[in-house]
């Protein structure tokens, strides 16, 4: 349930009657009971590495609603070159 809720709701806080209110791990995202020993597996790298590209990847969309603009006109934007 903990990895369901990193990679589908970020930003939801998470409650579970046994345990309360989870903490939220600062390094990947994921709620976790016991943070010191969370923050050293390899589950906590491997989202650390998906919330890295996830952030670029959303760079890249705000890019891409750039116009870049010659003598006054609008270039053609491309994906490659």
Do not use: S
Not at 4 to 25: M, N, S, T, W, Y
Not at 27 to 45: D, F, I, R, S, Y
Not at 60 to 80: H, N, P, S
Request: hydrophobic share 35%; with cysteine.
């Amino acid at each position: 349930m903990y990895h369901h809720f990193c990679g589908r709701h970020p930003d939801a806080k998470l409650v579970i009657e046994d345990d309360g209110v989870i903490a939220q791990c600062e390094l990947c995202g994921m709620h976790a009971v016991n943070m010191q020993t969370h923050q050293q597996t390899k589950t906590c790298a491997t989202w650390r590495e998906r919330q890295k590209h996830q952030e670029l990847q959303d760079k890249q969309a705000v890019a891409l609603e750039v116009d870049f603009f010659v003598y006054g006109k609008k270039l053609e934007q491309m994906r490659e070159f």
